[in-house]
């Protein structure tokens, strides 16, 4: 059977913010009832079509890696962080300090590979060159919790501009959604477009010249620092909803 490719996105923010629930309804497609706190990291694995309904169409799998938020754990979790092919923000649309230590969580991820993402004297200025444009590393900003708003508030929300926003100085697409319901990412709908859109973006930079827009010849070597061997299309059903956790000592 042929081998599939894959991509890892990491899924960060503040903890309680929704990111195991906002986890599980991308790679199901259904909400979880019964969301626990992550210790360490939990892995869930989607197949994603890329660019869906064209020539280019390629099947790849996408590991969602749901990095525990827990400040105690902020020194240990670097281990996750490589390599890192794409990253989700993600904040809780009702608590302002989450979204504000977004910058925060983007800091510690690219500081892990040694890059200098910070402007000037200011830890919190993020350098937009680190992002803007097909070679840098794609990010995706997601608002939860939004059946928790009233509604002034949620009109507010979905109808304001981004100016000054970390989506904005990223150049990345926002969405703002409710996780614990399965209508929030239907197919068809803006949201599922842009979070569709992310993930082409995501496998294009890892696996498709920007010249040609063709894919590379051959698999990555997994021996090569940074680089994901395959995984087999052979018929395993555990593998699409698969979940692993990894706890931090």
Not at 186 to 212: H, P, Q
Not at 216 to 242: H, K, M
Request: charge should be negative.
């Amino acid at each position: 059977m042929a081998a599939i490719d894959k991509v890892r996105v990491l899924v960060v923010g503040d903890s309680g913010v929704g990111k195991t629930s906002l986890t599980h309804l991308i790679a199901n497609n259904e909400p979880l009832t019964s969301p626990g706190w992550t210790v360490g990291c939990a892995v869930e694995v989607k197949l994603h079509e890329y660019k869906e309904g064209t020539p280019s169409q390629n099947t790849f799998f996408i590991e969602l890696w749901d990095v525990g938020g827990s400040i105690s754990h902020k020194n240990t979790r670097g281990v996750f962080y490589t390599p890192t092919h794409g990253i989700i923000l993600v904040h809780d649309l009702t608590n302002k300090k989450s979204h504000e230590n977004l910058q925060r969580w983007l800091i510690e991820i690219l500081n892990k590979d040694g890059k200098d993402v910070i402007k000037g004297g200011d830890a919190l200025d993020i350098d937009p060159e680190q992002f803007l444009g097909s070679t840098q590393i794609p990010i995706l900003v997601i608002g939860t919790k939004l059946d928790m708003l009233d509604e002034n508030h949620k009109n507010k929300i979905l109808n304001k501009t981004s100016s000054g926003s970390i989506a904005e100085q990223c150049g990345a697409d926002e969405i703002c959604l409710n996780s614990h319901e399965a209508r929030s990412l239907a197919a068809g709908t803006t949201d599922s477009v842009k979070l569709s859109r992310f993930f082409d973006k995501v496998i294009e930079r890892k696996y498709y010249s920007r010249d040609t827009g063709r894919k590379y010849a051959g698999s990555y070597n997994p021996s090569l620092p940074g680089q994901f061997s395959t995984f087999s299309a052979a018929p395993q059903p555990s593998l699409y909803t698969q979940t692993s956790s990894e706890t931090i000592a």
